[in-house]
């Protein structure tokens, strides 16, 4: 929990210096968040995706997908760390690929 | 679906960030409304208001006079010219490659024509003296990254692309404002180009004597160098990328929509739109019989090389189901490939099969 709040402390940093009045959880949308059309298999996955992804995407972002190999999860998730910037240990992106596999695995 | 602020009902891809697509009944329009236009952020960090006020747009780096340019001063102190132009995700469509690729997974509904309206580029940069020794140019936005280890959203073209006279910093779409989600106050637009080129929210412009760096021009939005449509395959792929540039011909079948039933023995009509990156329509030709035979669809009066093209063909159906294909062609004979693939899901071209049932009432 110590994490999420440092990171979201960062975004509020880095938001503060945009030249208009941007909210850190700015909803452009009158939907509910569809997160809940999900059936978590992991809560600790699911927890896992909370504290690490969704301050740049909504779980919407893996709904949308067709299933992927571990193989391609893991590509991704190490894009999401490298490319993107991710500041997500390795012991934690093999739980979120574990994640990602329980809700949109291809066996 | 959605109702994103400020627009009507859309398809949803993601709200965080904002990620919404057109529906496909609205490309039966020469424009696309702006309060149906597709919207795509990468990073989350976007203003939810701008100020016209205070909002300047910079320009800096390798010019004679830096500007610091009020909405308006852009609109009374340079010419306004308008275009229009098709304004195509590089992702667009991406949900029907197949083996299936990663990412947003666009139907057709990723892109959008709009009569566009602005200051040319090339005088922004002119009145700024951007010096005869300069190779880039970058354009920057008001969306911030949520994370300042995710990289800034910069886009580049070269100095020479720039001041090509194409390129406009667009404060109007379809005569109005532009919507906040579709880069208000100031869209970079250019013509021919993919959207990733179309910076929205523009507040900041460098001159560079030498190349750009960044993440978004140096390891996204890539293609494989000196193939046709993007393509590559899956099993070797590319080693030698390229920035992705100009927008492949293509066509899109848009009514009726995939799997309609459709009445036989009567005339239907079936519509749809063809774009490229700025050669302009030459032909678009449609087969009933899985592409053995191909017949010439009527076309719209062209708009300009730069906008899509309406088209139509009308045929009466028999008591059958139907497998109908389109294809187009631009003036420099490129038109479209059976099968395209690559890993990103850029550029899809791929010839479109329409499927109706023609049924007796």
Redesign the interface.
């Known amino acids: 929990m110590k994490k999420k709040k440092i ?1 979201f402390g ?2 509020l940093v ?2 503060a ?7 850190e959880e ?6 509910k ?2 997160t809940n059309s999900i059936n978590f298999q992991s809560e600790e996955g699911e927890e896992l995706f909370k504290a690490n992804c ?5 779980l ?2 893996i709904d ?3 299933n ?1 190999t571990r193989k ?1 999860w893991e590509k ?1 998730t190490d894009k999401m760390i490298k ?5 997500i240990p390795d012991s934690t992106a093999k739980k979120i690929v574990d994640y990602l596999m329980a809700i949109k695995g291809k066996k | 679906m ?4 400020g627009k009507k009902e859309m398809i ?7 990620n919404f697509e057109t529906p496909l009944k609205y490309f039966l329009l020469d424009f696309t409304p702006n309060d149906v236009f597709f919207v795509r952020w990468h ?9 016209e006020e ?2 300047r747009l910079e320009v800096s780096g390798n010019v004679k006079r830096e500007l610091s340019l009020s909405l308006n001063d852009l609109k009374t102190k340079f010419k306004s010219v308008s275009v229009n132009a098709v304004c195509v995700c590089a992702g667009n469509s991406r949900s029907y490659f197949n083996p ?1 690729v ?1 990412g ?2 666009w139907k057709n509904g990723a892109m959008g024509n709009a009569r566009w309206t602005g200051v040319p580029l090339k005088d922004i940069l002119q009145e700024a003296g951007a010096k005869g020794s300069s190779f880039d140019v970058s354009f920057n936005g ?1 969306d ?8 800034d959203f910069v886009k580049s073209l070269r100095m020479a692309d720039a001041m090509n006279g194409e390129g406009l910093v667009a404060y109007e779409m379809n005569g109005e404002p532009l919507p906040l ?1 579709n880069g208000y106050p100031l869209k970079l637009v250019v013509p021919g180009c993919y959207a990733t080129y179309w910076v929205g929210m523009l ?1 900041e412009i460098k001159v560079y004597v030498d190349t750009f760096k960044g ?1 978004w021009m140096d ?2 939005y890539l293609i494989p160098k000196n193939t046709t449509n993007g393509n590559e395959n899956p099993d070797s792929l590319s080693k030698k990328m390229t920035p992705i540039n100009k927008i492949d011909v293509r066509s899109v079948f848009v009514s009726p929509e995939n799997e309609s039933v459709i009445k036989a023995n009567t005339p239907c009509t079936i519509q749809g739109l063809a774009l490229d990156g700025g050669s302009g329509i030459e032909k678009v030709e449609l087969s009933i019989d899985s592409g053995k035979t191909w017949n010439n669809c009527v076309l719209n009066p062209s708009l300009g090389n730069y906008s899509w093209r309406r088209w139509s063909y009308t045929f009466i159906p028999e008591t059958r189901n139907y497998s109908l294909q389109v294809k187009a062609t631009n003036t420099k004979g490129d038109s479209q490939p059976v099968h395209q693939w690559n890993r990103s899901g850029y550029m899809h071209n791929e010839i479109e099969t329409l499927f109706l049932k023609a049924k007796v009432e």
Do not use: W
């Open positions: 990171f960062v975004a880095a938001f210096t945009s030249c208009s009045s941007p909210k700015k909803d452009f949308s009158k939907s968040n569809e969704i301050t740049c995407h909504t919407q972002y949308m997908q067709p992927f391609t991704i490319n993107f910037g991710a500041p | 959605i109702v994103p602020e949803l891809l993601t709200d965080r960030a904002p990073l989350a960090g976007l203003p939810s208001k701008v100020d205070t909002f299936r990663p947003a997974q008001m911030e990254p949520p994370l300042p280890s995710v990289p989600l507040n993440f390891k996204a």
